[in-house]
C-alpha cells in the first residue's frame, strides 16, 4: 500500500528493554521525522532524517536511536525503555525540507 | 528556542457556532505556518500559509498569516460536531527547517 505505515500499532514493554518501532514510506521522501505526543507537551520532535544515512537530532532525543540505511525506512529504537518514554509516536515524512509533513498513524507504546 | 503558542487550549461550542483559533510564534528563519487537524489518529493537513494577508479556505474553515505581528487564525464557520478535534498549529523554520508544534486547541462541538 502506498502512503506512511508504522508498526506496530500498539506495544507494550517492560522497563530496561529495548523496543523498535517501525516507520516505511513508499514515496522516496527524502526527509523522516519522528515525533512523541504527550498531554500537555503536543508533539516534539526526536530525530529527523535528511537522507539515507544523515540522520540528526531533535527537542527529545536522549534514550531513542535512529538508523536511515534505506530511504523508505526509518526505525525508532529505544535502547532501555523507561516508564517516562509511554507516549504515542508518530512518524512523518516530507519530500522537502519546506514542505508540510506527512504523518503515520502511530504507535501507542506502554512501558509499565 | 522556537515557540508556538495556540489559544485557547480547549473550547466547547453548539454546533453552528462560529470559532477563532490562535496561533502566534517565535521561530528563526521562519517559511510557512500549517495548520492540522487530529482526530483519534494521525495530524492530517489543513493549510499551509506563507504570505500575509491571503487568506486559505476550504469549505467552511479558512485561516490568515500574519507575518508582521507572528500570529495566524483559523476560523471555522456552521461548525458541526465532526469538526471536534485537536487543531494544531505548526511553523517550519529554525536552523534546519523543521516543524515545531503547538500544544494544540481542543475543539468540542456539541449538538
Known amino acids: 500500500d502506498a502512503g506512511i505505515t508504522q508498526s506496530p500499532r500498539y506495544k507494550i514493554t517492560e522497563t530496561g528493554r529495548q523496543v523498535t518501532l517501525m516507520c516505511h514510506q513508499t514515496w522516496s521522501h527524502s526527509y523522516m521525522f519522528w515525533y512523541r505526543q504527550d498531554l500537555g507537551h503536543g508533539l516534539r520532535l526526536i530525530y529527523y532524517?535528511?537522507?539515507?544515512?544523515?540522520?540528526d537530532k531533535g527537542e527529545v532525543p536522549d534514550g531513542y536511536v535512529v538508523s536511515r540505511s534505506k530511504t523508505e525506512n526509518f526505525p525508532l529504537t529505544l535502547e532501555s525503555a523507561t516508564r517516562s518514554q509511554t507516549s504515542v509516536y508518530f512518524c512523518?515524512?516530507?519530500?522537502?525540507?519546506?514542505?508540510?509533513?506527512?504523518f503515520g498513524s502511530g504507535t501507542r507504546l506502554t512501558v509499565v | 528556542e522556537d515557540k508556538v503558542v495556540q489559544s485557547p487550549l480547549s473550547l466547547v461550542v453548539h454546533e453552528g457556532d462560529t470559532v477563532t483559533l490562535n496561533c502566534s510564534y517565535e521561530?528563526?528563519?521562519?517559511?510557512?505556518l500549517l495548520w492540522y487537524k487530529q482526530e483519534k489518529k494521525a495530524p492530517t493537513f489543513l493549510f499551509m500559509l506563507?504570505?500575509?494577508?491571503i487568506e486559505k479556505k476550504s469549505g467552511r474553515l479558512s485561516s490568515i498569516l500574519d507575518k508582521k505581528e507572528l500570529f495566524s487564525i483559523l476560523n471555522i464557520t456552521a461548525t458541526q460536531t465532526g469538526d471536534s478535534a485537536v487543531y494544531l498549529c505548526?511553523?517550519?523554520?529554525?536552523?534546519?527547517?523543521?516543524?515545531?508544534f503547538g500544544k494544540g486547541t481542543l475543539l468540542t462541538v456539541n449538538p
Open positions: 521561530v528563526t528563519n521562519f517559511r510557512s
Open positions: 532524517s535528511a537522507a539515507a544515512d544523515i540522520t
Open positions: 505548526a511553523v517550519l523554520g529554525g536552523s534546519n527547517y523543521k516543524l515545531t
Open positions: 512523518a515524512s516530507s519530500p522537502e525540507v519546506t514542505y508540510g509533513y506527512t
Open positions: 506563507t504570505s500575509s494577508g
